[in-house]
């Protein structure tokens, strides 16, 4: 399986617009393809007014096939043309390969998902790949929470991303109350040593827009 991304950012002041726009291009788009897509609000992490665009594909194939429906599809061009004056910036998009898969993730994704996103070393990416999904396999089991680990097919392709998925904010605090004194945790978080570039980490909330 693989999971993409667009990420949008809405001009100063047209947040409302911006979430109006994201959500019928959702609409429009899982129409047009056939494929289920989701928006989704940057909660935390990520500047005010940034969106996004999400699918679940089963191989590029399928991604190629709904992206050429969608890119001959005139009534799409003309909704993309309301953008101009509501989204700034060029869109863009990422691709990651499912590696790792934890719990039950369900149809849908739950409403909110925690992402966070790291750059493997040079040399160091399988050594990587084998930490990734050992730290998802263990904080998974450790919150009860489901969750996906990705390497990335396009873009960055050394970039590497845990998703973990939650009904509501109270989870994510419950989670983190978990992870942080665990001693498994922490001991698993020391071997990550040098298979990270410094500094690459990222970690952004996201809330599903319904």
């Given at each position: 399986m693989y999971l993409f991304g667009a990420q949008l950012q809405a001009r100063r002041g047209m947040g409302q617009e911006a979430v109006d726009y994201v959500t019928t291009v959702r609409d429009m788009v899982?129409?047009?393809?056939?494929?289920?897509?989701?928006?989704?609000?940057?909660?935390?992490?990520?500047?005010?007014?940034?969106?996004?665009?999400?699918?679940?594909?089963?191989?590029?194939?399928?991604?190629m096939t709904a992206n050429q429906a969608i890119m001959q599809n005139a009534d799409y061009h003309e909704q993309v043309?309301?953008?101009?004056?509501?989204?700034?910036?060029?869109?863009?998009?990422?691709?990651?390969?499912?590696?790792?898969?934890?719990?039950?993730?369900?149809?849908?994704?739950?409403p909110l998902v925690v992402v966070t996103t790291a750059t493997a070393a040079p040399g160091r990416q399988m050594e990587a790949i084998s930490w990734g999904v050992d730290m998802l396999d263990?904080?998974?089991?450790?919150?009860?929470?489901?969750?996906?680990?990705?390497?990335?097919?396009?873009?960055?392709?050394?970039?590497?991303?845990?998703?973990?998925?939650?009904?509501?904010?109270?989870?994510?605090?419950?989670?983190?109350?978990?992870?942080?004194?665990?001693?498994?945790?922490?001991?698993?978080?020391?071997?990550?040593?040098?298979?990270f570039v410094a500094g690459s980490g990222q970690r952004v909330v996201m809330a599903k827009l319904p």
């Open positions: 899982t129409t047009i393809s056939g494929v289920p897509f989701w928006a989704w609000a940057g909660a935390a992490g990520v500047p005010i007014g940034t969106f996004y665009l999400s699918a679940r594909l089963e191989n590029i194939e399928q991604y043309k309301a953008a101009v004056d509501i989204l700034e910036g060029p869109t863009e998009t990422v691709m990651g390969q499912v590696i790792g898969m934890a719990g039950e993730l369900g149809s849908d994704p739950s263990y904080g998974s089991e450790l919150t009860g929470t489901s969750g996906l680990f990705t390497m990335a097919a396009v873009g960055s392709i050394s970039q590497v991303s845990w998703i973990q998925n939650h009904d509501d904010a109270a989870s994510i605090d419950r989670s983190m109350a978990k992870l942080m004194p665990d001693a498994g945790y922490q001991e698993r978080m020391g071997r990550a040593g040098t298979l």
